[in-house]
């Protein structure tokens, strides 16, 4: 059995769901929370379907065992591999929330004509988020575009530069991309560099992205359950990380908006 005062269970390949965590923060300050960045197995965005699922099903296990009330896979790459696998291994009573849903939801709730996704090669060869457009509105026209030098450079700090807006304007400048109104950023790391999307794109293309509608859909889930934390004081936030680095706990930072501490938990030893 669930309880309201248990915490809520976070995942993500690494650092980079901290931009869904921090938005949970925001949507629901007295939750206390667990999240887990997996830094020892980054970038989940170039593997494989079957190791994602593995590594999905472990810590979703893991943040169970820390009595987690619910689990929301942060991470597209993740959500778009190991939701079904993870429904099915964790059945009923267990609460999973996943990045894709909501921002399909947020997406077809406008009604556009044209849509980009851009995501890592993971998200985008699952097809899962073309699919559940497709499902809901049939009429949709997608253009979906693998974007994988988007991580590194983010993680590497090069997000206002000349090297940044070239690759922005490499991949964006694609044909596929002509006549969308909106665009899909399917990816953790992607909210870091929206603005200079939204400036190369232009200011008529409307941006959505899943950390606040994933905040906005785990608030809903514990409110559908009864299983909102009912305390007045601010939430418990614990940070575990498989690998710890200077330069994980410097860009931890950057993701999360303000200071946070990582711990290292070598769940895989
Ligand atoms: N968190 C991943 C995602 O949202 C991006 C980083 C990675 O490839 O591991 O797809």
């Not at 650092?15 to 999240?35: H, K, Q, S």
């Not at 929301?72 to 591999?81: E, F, L, P, Q």
């Not at 044909?175 to 399917?186: H, P, Q, R, S, V």
Request: hydrophobic fraction near 40%.
């Amino acid at each position: 059995m669930k309880s309201k005062n248990q915490a809520i269970g976070i995942f993500d390949s690494g650092i980079g769901g901290l931009t869904v965590a921090n938005a949970i923060a925001r949507e629901l300050p007295n939750e206390d929370f667990i999240y887990f960045g997996d830094t020892a197995h980054l970038p989940y965005g170039d593997k494989s379907a079957d190791t994602i699922r593995y590594y999905s099903l472990r810590i979703a296990k893991f943040l169970l065992d820390q009595n987690c009330k619910m689990v929301v896979v942060a991470c597209n790459s993740a959500s778009t591999a190991a939701n079904k696998v993870l429904l099915e291994f964790f059945q009923e009573g267990t609460h999973i929330v996943n990045v894709v849903d909501p921002l399909v939801d947020a997406c077809v709730s406008l009604q556009m004509s044209k849509v980009g996704i851009i995501a890592t090669k993971a998200t985008i060869g699952s097809g899962v988020y073309q699919k559940q457009l497709k499902e809901k509105q049939a009429e949709l026209d997608i253009h979906a575009q693998a974007t994988p030098l988007f991580v590194p450079m983010i993680e590497e700090g090069f997000v206002h530069n000349n090297i940044s807006q070239s690759i922005i304007e490499k991949y964006l400048g694609d044909e596929g991309f002509k006549d969308m109104n909106a665009l899909l950023l399917a990816c953790t790391h992607y909210p870091l560099i929206k603005d200079s999307i939204q400036e190369y794109i232009g200011p008529d293309i409307n941006i959505l992205e899943s950390s606040e509608v994933a905040a906005k859909a785990v608030r809903s889930t514990l409110e559908k359950n009864d299983l909102l934390n009912p305390k007045s004081n601010p939430g418990d936030h614990k940070f575990y990380v498989s690998d710890l680095t200077d330069s994980f706990a410097r860009t931890a930072r950057h993701f999360y908006g303000e200071d946070i501490d990582l711990t290292h938990l070598p769940l895989w030893d």
